[in-house]
């Protein structure tokens, strides 16, 4: 049964740095889709960055781009997103999530973007991690 766990999050200063991970068990990301999106309070998630592995494509949502960065590890059970030059609004709780590639809509781009939507019902969720950024 395929798990995700969360870590990497924490308080930092605007125009810091994290990396946050996403560790799955139970069964290898090769042909998954991974996303991670956010969640300030009061606002509704959004999606912040994904990428299909199956592919190797990836997306990013207007607002991170140039500033975080999506990656996975060679044994396809961890996906990090690296998050540099942080801002106040990227304060929330961040969520990894995963399905099946063959729940996509084909390749990510910017005309094709991960949706929430696509990791239900199908795919699985992580408990979530902090990140504030704040002076």
């Known amino acids: 049964q395929l798990q995700l766990v969360e870590s990497g999050g924490g308080s930092v200063q605007p125009g810091g740095s994290l990396r946050l991970s996403c560790t799955a068990s139970g069964v290898a990301l090769d042909d998954y889709g991974v996303g991670w999106f956010r969640q300030a309070p009061g606002k509704e998630r959004e999606g912040v960055s994904c990428?299909?592995?199956?592919?190797?494509?990836?997306y990013y949502t207007d607002s991170v781009k140039g500033r975080f960065t999506i990656i996975g590890d060679n044994a396809r059970r961890t996906v990090y997103l690296q998050m540099d030059s942080l801002r106040p609004e990227d304060t929330g709780t961040y969520y990894c999530?995963?399905?099946?590639?063959?729940?996509?809509?084909?390749?990510?781009?910017?005309?094709?973007?991960?949706?929430?939507?696509?990791?239900?019902?199908?795919?699985?969720w992580g408990q979530g991690t902090q990140v504030t950024v704040s002076s």
């Open positions: 990428i299909n592995n199956n592919d190797g494509s990836t």
């Open positions: 999530a995963a399905v099946s590639s063959v729940f996509l809509d084909g390749p990510y781009s910017t005309s094709n973007p991960c949706r929430d939507s696509d990791f239900d019902p199908f795919g699985r």
